[in-house]
């Protein structure tokens, strides 16, 4: 649990492999992010991506102009990321109902450079970039459009619609990876911070202690969280595809920060991981245990009839 890719050495190097499906997202997004799905949870380990391959499966209806727009979007990706799209399979089948995408990324990382979920220290902090449950309001921007502008207003709405590519975080990963100071990363999928943070800490056999009020939780997420009546553990939870959780030597705080502050990113410290195993999370200057199962509210935000 919490090791999102494969690693496999081949003569003096790593191969970082990492599969990932691709369903229900944004249709005009949907090839970019079948590729930086897969091509993030590789950079992750440290490692660049370079190859990649591409399911594309739809129903029997499915209209060819469908799989070209996203082979397109797909493309476009890849070149951005300097990744070859090295072979793939596209068909049509009894049984579905939307188009579904599978993207495996390949990527090489020397071995005294690789990264994995599993190798936080214990007196490292705790790093979270970006704001929690960005990946779920950007999507919820786009394909509920109507209910996000009564929520955030009409001018937040749209702007939210505007950072899908905030759903990537390869560069930053590369960039975290390569400065040396960072242990470990994981990104806050499915399952968001709750999942994330007790995979890392599990892998790592350690734990950690994180402060409530540190978790940048901004006013829209809060309003997502009214509206659909989401316990704070759900809230935790929620899909945040493109934050990273990171462990990072306490001594690189500030180099670490300002690295990501200058990408444009910003970097909230949660806490610290603990030589102690439990999890825990302060609540009003009170010890707490941090939830223990994520309960990821991401799908009844985006199909419920509300």
Known sequence: MGYDSGVHLIGDRYVVISTDPCTGAPKEWFGWLLIHYAASD?????AKPEFCTINL??????KPQTFQSAMRRACG?????????????????????????????YGTV???KLITPGNARHGDLI???????????????LTRKALARKLFGVEEAEKLGQLVPMESCVSEALELAGMGWVHAMHDATE?????????????SRIGFKVELKKIPISYEAKRLQETFALSDEQLLSISSTGTIIASVDPKAKSIVEGKLLRMGLS???????TESTDHVLVQNGKDASFPQVADDPYNTILSSKV
């Open 127 to 141: 790093l979270f970039t970006k704001t929690l449950g960005l990946e779920t309001l950007i999507n919820f921007s």
């Open 42 to 46: 590789v950079a992750l380990f440290g």
């Open 57 to 62: 499966l739809g129903p029997l209806q499915t």
């Open 191 to 203: 399952g968001g911070l709750v999942a994330a943070l007790n995979e890392m800490a599990e892998a």
């Open 267 to 273: 970097a909230s410290f949660l806490g610290a991981f």
């Open 110 to 112: 020397k071995p005294d």
């Open 77 to 105: 990706a890849a070149d951005e990321l300097d990744m070859a799209i090295v072979t793939g399979h596209t068909g049509t089948y009894d049984g579905f109902s939307r188009l579904v995408g599978v993207c495996t990324a």
